[in-house]
């Protein structure tokens, strides 16, 4: 019998996960085959830390959301591919948090790594950091592909979170390869309902998101 989502999110907070707001649920009770690698929620990130909020490794996203994901899934499975998410619902709190460093010039720690090219006080201007996230609103995605044989990611030409012109989707200085990878995300993702964000080619937010206008603040547990 198939369980409704509403159920499994109550059986989720038995067990001791948060009470989620309406229409959130725990996205691996939808697709339990999908990987998750919540990178806010470690130290391998901008930062260098856990981010603020994130104090549990459980990926969080409107049911809109996993269903549509659902679907992305399914037609990867086709091609012995799955996804991959490193980023879902992120409380106003963790984008307080990128605010604060932002502003912190001499916290560079990862710079060679994620930033290389970009100044850190230009990472406001470049639309890098911003004060409000997409992902805030609970149907916003960070995502990327796996095959599903060796769990390895697929080469994108760029890291996840890389701020830099390599990781916009219309960069043309990487190989065929790469390019052929980001093609087939940018399709499959947009074929089932998600909008992309130029600058960032793991980005996705769901059309017809179910709260355009509101920023959430619970934490992710």
């Known amino acids: 019998m198939k369980l409704s989502s509403t159920f499994l999110c109550f059986f989720m907070v038995c067990l001791g996960y948060c009470q989620l707001p309406e229409k959130f649920v725990y996205a691996k009770n939808l697709i339990p ?4 690698e919540l990178r806010y929620y470690g130290n391998n990130n901008f ?4 981010i603020d909020g994130y104090n549990k490794h459980c990926l969080i996203l409107t049911e809109e959301t996993v269903l549509a994901l659902q679907k992305v899934q399914t037609e990867l499975h086709k091609k012995n591919l799955a996804l991959k998410v490193y980023d ?11 605010i604060r460093w932002a502003k912190n010039l001499n916290d560079t720690i990862n710079k060679a790594k994620f930033y290389p ?15 409000r996230s997409g992902h805030t609103k609970g149907s916003t995605v960070d995502i990327t592909i796996i095959n599903k044989t060796t ?10 979170d890389f701020f830099g012109r390599e ?15 980001r093609e087939l995300l940018q399709r499959v993702m947009l074929k089932h309902g998600f909008r992309n964000y ?14 355009p206008t509101t920023y959430f603040d619970f934490p992710v547990e």
């Open 33 to 36: 085959d999908l990987e998750v």
């Open 47 to 50: 930062i260098g830390d856990t």
């Open 88 to 98: 879902g619902y992120r409380p106003q709190r963790a984008v307080n948090q990128f």
């Open 117 to 131: 090219n970009v100044k850190k006080a230009d990472l406001f201007k470049e639309e890098y950091i911003a004060t």
């Open 151 to 160: 769990n390895k990611e697929l080469d994108m030409g760029s890291p996840y």
């Open 167 to 181: 990781s916009w989707i219309n960069y043309a200085n990487i190989t065929a390869v790469q390019k052929a990878n």
């Open 198 to 211: 130029p600058r960032e080619w793991w980005h996705f937010t769901l059309r017809n998101e179910p709260y």
